[in-house]
């Protein structure tokens, strides 16, 4: 799976999101702003973004991501 198709899938289950998908295909990390974030811990908005990649990874599309949430608000300061 490759970084742009990463990004895709992120954006379309959280959608009005940015995504910045970064790596080399074996080594990804994934920074998401988003105001969907809002109000939950670091530990929910990860299991909210592995929730929606759960398919491609136990298909094995996808190994390992390193996820990096922010909403609007903390991503501007």
């Given at each position: 799976m490759n970084n742009h198709e990463i990004k895709t899938l992120i954006e379309t289950f959280l959608t009005e999101s940015r995504v910045i998908v970064t790596g080399d295909g074996c080594h990804v990390e994934a920074t998401i702003i988003s105001d969907h974030f809002a109000g939950l811990s670091t530990v929910k908005r990860q299991q909210?973004?592995?929730?929606?990649?759960?398919?491609?990874?136990?298909?094995?599309?996808?190994?390992?991501?390193?996820?990096?949430?922010?909403?609007q608000s903390e991503w501007d300061k």
């Open positions: 909210l973004v592995y929730a929606g990649l759960m398919d491609s990874i136990r298909q094995g599309a996808l190994h390992a991501i390193s996820l990096k949430t922010f909403t």
